[in-house]
């Protein structure tokens, strides 16, 4: 009886081993997304800063991504022949905005400001990794409860509840 105990006891904490590493390797792919977007090209190349498309950052909850007019203003000095130029070309020409797909999403009873953390100090690679070396962009941390709280202890930032949860 204690033998089967103890191996029902192996296969379940087996399962669950599994499922969270399953769980962890899901959290670092890279979503696909309407338009091919390098950010190497954009920030190491051409030394854009993050602020520059993601203007919301410093002054929002949410850090925003550029409009189609707003790519168009660098854009319409490339080469229209490049794959992703001739999307974004025909999505200005059509008046649509990019529906881009969530990278980092986090779930809705989490309050979160970008706004609180740039004026922190904190750089964009603390969380998001080291966008300026993504050909695609990926998530690379899993922006869990412990994971937020590990760098909250850290730094001592506020930990109270309803810090992250209002």
């Known amino acids: 009886m204690k033998r089967r105990f103890g191996i029902g006891i192996f296969l379940f904490l087996l399962i669950v081993g599994i499922g969270l590493f399953i769980g962890a390797q899901r959290g670092t792919t890279a979503p696909e997304q309407p338009i091919p977007f390098n950010h190497q090209i954009h920030v190491q190349n051409l030394k854009m800063e993050c602020m520059y498309c993601h203007s919301f950052a410093d002054r929002s909850?949410?850090?925003?991504?550029?409009?189609v007019r707003k790519c168009m203003g660098c854009h319409k000095y490339t080469d229209p022949k490049k794959p992703g130029i001739?999307?974004?070309l025909q999505y200005w020409n059509d008046q649509k905005p990019i529906e881009w797909t969530k990278v980092h999403d986090l779930p809705d009873f989490v309050y979160f400001s970008h706004k609180r953390h740039i004026r922190a100090g904190i750089q964009c690679q603390t969380c998001h990794g080291p966008v300026q070396e993504m050909t695609v962009a990926k998530k690379v941390s899993s922006l869990g409860m412990g994971w937020c709280l590990?760098?909250?202890?850290q730094r001592k930032a506020p930990r109270e509840c309803w810090t992250c949860h209002k």
């Open 86 to 88: 001739q999307i974004l």
């Open 61 to 67: 909850t949410v850090a925003g991504l550029p409009s």
């Open 150 to 153: 590990n760098c909250h202890n």
